[in-house]
């Protein structure tokens, strides 16, 4: 079965630090760009970050820029956050997201999804 | 940065009857970089559309897709009682990912 599982979240005091983790299965991680979106409670979407396959491109959201840091372990399956400096707006349930490319069509989006895991940020 | 405005806010029908749900961007966009996704109440985004018109792996062909240029919709030809949920629309552009505010289908 092709999934994603986040983990990490928790309560953290602003301007504290959290590392968010995503275990990916049933597919070949090494071969997709992968992305973080967020959720503050009662909100939409917000997409924070994403990262090519092997980890060579970055791209954040201007609001994380140089507090966030995505990046990924191929030989683990794994993606991970890297939060600091965490501000109250910040809360959100956070979901790792599979970034699906196919470049001959122009077609990009996320077509697989964890449940997500919370940050709370608060004192 | 592109903005998308999505309309109605919320939007109540009944099941059975056809919904319309508009995206606009502020400015033109290429349609393969416009895809929607259906989200429920504590669960996941589901992806529902991709390219503006193409629907994903699963998903029934009540739902459909359309649009180019500014204006995209999303139909529901006929509503199922599962189908009441927020709705998305995303673009891809200039290596950034942007979601419209969504928009509430909720039973009347």
């Known amino acids: 079965e092709v999934q994603v599982v986040e983990s990490g979240g928790g309560l953290v005091q602003p301007g504290g630090s959290l590392r968010l983790s995503c275990a990916a299965s049933?597919?070949?991680?090494?071969?997709?760009?992968m992305s973080w979106v967020r959720q503050a409670p009662g909100k939409g979407l917000e997409w924070v970050a994403t990262i090519k396959q092997d980890g060579s491109e970055k791209y954040y959201v201007d609001s994380v820029k140089g507090r966030f840091t995505i990046s990924r372990d191929n030989a683990k399956n794994s993606l991970y956050l890297q939060m600091n400096s965490l501000r109250a707006e910040d809360t959100a349930v956070y979901y790792c997201a599979r970034d699906r490319r196919i470049q001959l069509m122009y077609y990009y989006y996320m077509d697989v999804w964890g449940k997500g895991t919370t940050v709370t940020v608060s004192s | 940065e592109i903005v998308l405005t999505q309309s109605p806010g919320t939007l109540s029908l009944s099941p059975g009857e056809r919904a319309t749900l508009s995206c606009r961007a502020s400015q033109s966009v290429s349609s393969s970089y416009l895809a929607w996704y259906q989200q429920k109440p504590g669960q996941a985004p589901r992806l529902l559309i991709y390219?503006?018109?193409s629907r994903a792996t699963g998903i029934p062909d009540r739902f459909s897709g359309s649009g180019s240029g500014t204006d995209f919709t999303l139909t529901i030809s006929r509503l199922e009682p599962e189908d009441f949920a927020v709705y998305y629309c995303q673009h891809y552009g200039s290596s950034l990912y942007t979601f419209g505010q969504g928009t509430k289908l909720e039973i009347k």
């Open positions: 049933g597919f070949t991680f090494s071969s997709y760009w």
């Open positions: 390219g503006a018109s």
